[in-house]
């Protein structure tokens, strides 16, 4: 298994899920949660702050509009540039940003450390994702955080199971297939994620799901369903403990250890 980057694929990007409910309620609910956990990481200015795998930079847009110093990263070149188009639309007066092809695992060598680190949807397309961790604890500064939301196995399996695509399961075929299919490679056990955490030296301060139960909804119900609602819901859902574990993503704000 190798590296996967995006080259060729912003187009489908855009189109299957930042424009899309599922990317909606994503943005919603990690844009919930960092406003609601930043206030642990505020000084007297403005922080800086690292995006890595930026895709086509939505989340930098947000946290460059609040004010924050920014750096993004991104080895797709295709998704780098629009990434780049996204953030030099923002007025005049927001602060410097800098933008760097590079994938993950390259970052440590510039010897920066960060106040906040942020890689959303990463590292279930890598092959070593507990090697990246300690990457991005070695990108982390002492008292900073990272911000790390990773595909959830548990999920697709719920999902398989409700589906009743039981010989999928009994086969173990969760892995997303082909040049263009936006299932991760690498579906991360929680259990296991939660063991590399660790590891690399983090404590797991807090943890929200994300889709708990968009995915979820059967047809027609989901088509017809008001998108506004359905986020309103989510956000209430995110952080119930009988409901979070059924996100498709997980999204951890995780501390350095003492």
């Known amino acids: 298994m190798t590296d996967r980057y995006f080259d060729q694929l912003g187009a489908h990007f855009a189109r299957k899920i930042y424009s899309s409910t599922k ?4 943005l919603a609910v990690l844009q919930r949660d960092l406003r609601q956990w930043l206030p642990e990481l ?26 924050h110093r920014l750096t993004i990263s991104e080895p797709s070149a295709e998704m780098l540039e629009a990434a780049r188009a996204r953030l030099q639309a923002v007025e005049v007066s927001a602060p410097p940003w800098e933008a760097l092809e590079l994938p993950l695992q390259r970052l440590p060598e510039r ?7 942020i890689c959303h949807a990463v590292l279930e397309w890598l092959a070593d994702p507990a090697a990246a961790l ?3 604890r070695a990108l982390v500064r002492p008292g900073g955080a990272l911000s790390l939301a990773f595909y959830n196995r548990d999920a697709l399996i719920y999902k398989n199971l409700i589906k009743g695509q ?56 989901k088509s017809e369903a008001d998108e506004q609602q359905v ?24 501390r350095p250890k003492d």
């Open 23 to 26: 990317g909606a309620i994503r």
């Open 111 to 117: 010897g920066q450390r960060h106040d906040l680190v």
């Open 42 to 67: 505020a000084g007297d200015g403005p922080l800086d702050i690292l995006d890595v795998g930026a895709g086509l930079g939505h989340m930098s847009e947000w946290l460059l509009r609040q004010g």
């Open 231 to 254: 986020i309103e819901q989510e956000l209430l859902y995110s952080t119930h403990p009988a409901y979070l574990h059924l996100g498709r993503y997980l999204h951890c704000w995780l």
């Open 134 to 136: 300690a990457d991005l």
């Open 166 to 221: 039981f010989r999928k399961l009994q086969r173990n075929q969760l892995a997303g297939m082909g040049r263009r299919g936006l299932t991760p490679q690498q579906p991360l056990d929680p259990r296991q994620v939660q063991q590399w955490i660790a590891e690399a030296g983090f404590d797991c301060r807090y943890m929200t799901g994300v889709r708990v139960f968009h995915d979820y909804m059967p047809e027609p119900f």
